[in-house]
């Protein structure tokens, strides 16, 4: 729900949480180093590989981040960053994933129109100029787009020699990425088999295209983690995201993360919060120990 509704809620909550002081240090990147207590893209990681790629696809260029242990083959994780895009904070997120154990691939979804990334460091969706900048590009993006990509990335990472292909593949999605983690999922069933949406929008509505349609033909087991305000908003749709898991053979851990607001996982958010972030990533990695082994 990357809407301006939704950035007037944060903004209001934001401002009672942070002074001016606190906003000048998340900007400079103090509280993301703090939050994941190591070494920010391009910064040397004992065991780690990484690297800015181009991946080739129908529609051109696509550029990425991929971080992996430098040892061995792991399981393979897709990342769909949310409305903000390919950025710093989710490479220093994929770098942890990669931390973990897995080969984390974090990409730019608007690569038809603009290379990454969209923001300087200290710049946010609660900017209007910003969400001026960036909405162009969003309404630009389709279904079709999620799916081409969704085809060409899972055929990248397949052609890796840090991934092991005798494992599943798990993607996850923030924002605008979760529905696209069911696109993804959908599309691939033969690869996927885990997913995780964090505060992602439309997963559920009453379109003929709502992505929660698709649960039935998916093969993958589900983190979906769902802000307080968009639950507020919208309290029904995890109803209907539970019974549409229910009557299938996967498995979903659907809930309400209390206190949280849209966008509180990626620690360069203005609404971040630590300890709820730290908690939705141990429940996924414990989703991604179960459906990739």
Known sequence: MCDDITELENQGFYEKQLTRRDFNLLAGGAAISVAFAGCAPGEAAAGISEADVLIETPDGMADAYFAHPTEGKHAAVLIWPDIVGLRPAFKMMAKRLAGDGYAALVVNPYYRQV?????????????????????????????????????????WLDAQSAVDTTRGIGTTGYCMGGPITMFTAHERADRVRAGASFHGGGLATDKDSSPHLLIPEMNADYLIAIAENDDKRSPEDKTVLKEAFAATDNSA?????????????????????????????ARKLALFEKALA
Request: hydrophobic share 35%; glycine share 6%; proline share 7%.
């Open 115 to 155: 290379k990454a990334p969209l923001v300087e460091v200290g710049q946010t969706f609660r900017d209007p100029g910003i969400r001026e900048k960036i909405i162009p590009y969003r309404r630009a993006m389709t279904e079709a787009h999620n799916r081409s990509d969704a085809n060409t990335f899972i055929n």
């Open 253 to 281: 851990e659907i809930e309400v993360y209390e206190g949280t607001q849209h966008g509180w996982c990626p620690p360069d958010s203005a609404v971040y919060d630590e300890a709820m972030a730290d908690r939705a990533w």
